[in-house]
């Protein structure tokens, strides 16, 4: 993941060095996503600003990237899975010059207009701005997996950046850029180009079928594994992951990323010592052949890193912190491997309706309807958890269920068939275990395929909440709590851990705009079940 940061029609600086300087302060407040390489580009009023993590093409996808005469410039933050194939559509009519993937933004743009950014396949948030009409347009991905904020400044430029903190000290107003959109300064605002039948809540009537589901999966997997880098894929042992390392175990020998790493997947785990996560990866491990280690950590470590957690996350929302943690500790494990790039299982839960508490829909309507409420938040939750916590330490992850191919297939079959139904056999996400028990090549073992759901609180250690709980316990009064909703009117905190938090957070970012652009799980807890863990073939 790579940070992208710029800054659009700024009033009287067109040769500004000091309006330069400060475009390069911002862009380096976002280093930590891109340690390969910094890129700036300046056009009378304009600049456009990335910090590279390089995965795919790393000696050739330095950006900015430009058309053939520099009149087109773009910035990205993304994997384009299907870049091969829109290259070969523009043989002979453009000229690439680097092997970037995002590099196929422009030539589709020069073709196309506006209009393209539902041609591309993968994960992205971008800014391009032509300089012979002097518009721009940016746009983020379907379900907003990739991070991207908007901002205005006092001079009536317009600013964009891969994370808050960019934005938050010299914006007048700042907010979320809303997924599956792109904002054109030709039209001076949004319109949403994702559009999927699921996006209305209709109830589909599509029957489930098993292979249909399973091979829209493998699809995803595999596509993910294009790389110029070292990469993994996460396991802790419960369905998601697991199925993730499966796939990518089974179909690697297949793939580009072989050729140059070879296909030994060593699989690594986080957790407190004896926790439920640590024996159930061992034993995927185990049955799938990987090269495993563990990493530990204690309550301590967790409460120590909470500040840096709250800074990178950019959120104040109890479950994500809570499970952003131990994710945060081992991304840095991670990278210390040199790997740049894992898999994960985050999104299965939405899709499928695996929480528990879905057990108690009353019926398929109201099922799918809490299923469609879940994708749309996505980005404000496990999105920004998984994005956040491992871009913190220069590391990329990639999330197959939230594939727009695989969403399409998920989201649009019959929800009775989601449902748990214990006179059935059926227990939450059964049509993806369901799909996925072949007895003639299993994928994994029945036990581990059928295993129930283990929340993630109880999965990384039974003690970790209970340890945050004691903890900030200590660090807020009765007192502070009962002034609460007069110190924080917007999600006013409703227990200490989450005034402890909100104290880090207004801190770190004291805007009115920086709170509101948090949401707060509903007590279900839109974060809750991730699995933290993670394998990498090397």
């Given amino acids: 993941m790579c940070g992208i940061f710029a800054v659009l029609g700024c009033a009287d600086c067109s040769q500004s060095q000091a309006q330069r300087a400060r475009v390069l302060a911002c862009s380096r407040r976002l280093r930590h996503r891109g340690p390969d390489w910094s890129g700036v580009y300046q056009h009378e009023g304009n600049f456009l600003a990335q910090q ?158 098993p292979l249909v589901l399973r091979a829209a999966f493998e699809k995803a997997v595999v596509k993910r594994l294009m790389t110029d880098v070292p990469f993994g894929v996460l396991l802790s042992g419960g369905l998601d992951s697991s199925l993730v390392a499966s796939v990518t175990k089974r179909h690697l020998v297949e793939t580009e990323a072989a050729k140059k790493f070879g296909t030994e997947l060593h699989s690594f785990v986080v957790g407190l010592e004896g926790s439920p996560d640590l024996k159930a990866a061992r034993e995927v491990a185990d049955y799938l052949g990987t090269i495993h280690h563990e990493f530990h950590f204690t309550v301590q470590d967790g409460i120590d890193a909470i500040e840096e957690v709250i800074y990178h996350d950019e959120t104040y929302d109890v479950t994500t912190i809570r499970a952003s943690t131990p994710m945060f500790l081992m991304a840095r494990k991670i990278k210390s491997l040199g790997v740049k790039m894992v898999l994960s299982g985050e999104g299965s839960d939405e899709l499928l309706g695996g929480y528990l508490y879905f057990h108690f829909a009353p019926n398929k309507e109201e099922f799918h309807k809490e299923t469609c409420r879940k994708v749309k938040a996505l980005h404000q939750y496990d999105c920004l958890r998984a994005n956040k916590a491992t871009s913190a330490w220069g590391l990329e992850v990639r999330v197959p269920f939230l594939d727009k191919e695989f969403i399409d297939v998920a989201m649009g079959m019959d929800p009775e068939w989601k449902m748990y139904d214990k006179s059935l056999g059926r227990i939450e996400k059964w049509v993806m275990r369901k799909a996925f028990d072949d007895e003639e090549h299993p994928y994994l073992p ?60 207004e801190r770190l970012f004291p805007q009115d705009s920086a709170r509101e652009t948090v949401a707060v799980a509903n007590g279900h807890g839109a974060a809750n079940g991730n699995e933290v863990a993670v394998a990498i073939a090397v």
């Avoid at 290259?87 to 422009?106: A, L, M, P």
């Avoid at 948030?125 to 006092?154: C, E, H, K, Q, S």
């Avoid at 283990?454 to 909440?465: A, L």
Wanted: aromatic share 16%; with cysteine; net charge negative.
């Fill in 446 to 505: 029945k036990h581990i395929l059928y295993r129930q759901k283990e929340q993630f609180s109880d999965g990384v250690g039974y003690s970790w909440i209970d340890g945050l709980k004691a903890f900030t316990e200590q660090q807020v009064t009765d007192e502070m709590m009962n002034n609460a909703a007069k110190l924080y009117p917007y999600n006013t905190p409703v227990n200490k851990e989450a005034y402890y938090y909100r104290m880090i957070f």
């Fill in 52 to 209: 590279r993590l390089a995965v795919v093409s790393p000696l050739s996808g330095d950006q900015p990237l430009f058309n053939e005469d520099r009149t087109v410039v773009v910035v990205a933050n993304g994997e384009i899975y299907n870049h091969k194939k829109i290259r070969k559509q523009f043989t002979g009519k453009h000229t690439f010059t680097t092997g970037s993937d995002c590099e196929v933004i422009i030539p589709l743009y020069e073709e196309y207009g506006e209009n393209f950014v539902d041609m591309l396949d993968g994960v992205f948030a971008f800014v391009l701005y032509d300089t012979r009409n002097r518009t721009y347009m940016a746009a983020r991905d379907a379900i907003g997996v990739n991070p991207l904020y908007i901002g205005w400044g006092g001079d009536g430029s317009v600013w964009f950046a891969s994370e808050m903190k960019a934005l938050n000290e010299d914006c007048v107003r700042f907010e979320l850029f809303p997924p599956g959109h792109l904002y054109s300064s030709a039209a001076a605002g949004f319109r949403r180009w994702y559009n999927p039948a699921w996006f209305l809540e209709q109830v589909p009537s599509t029957p489930y079928d």
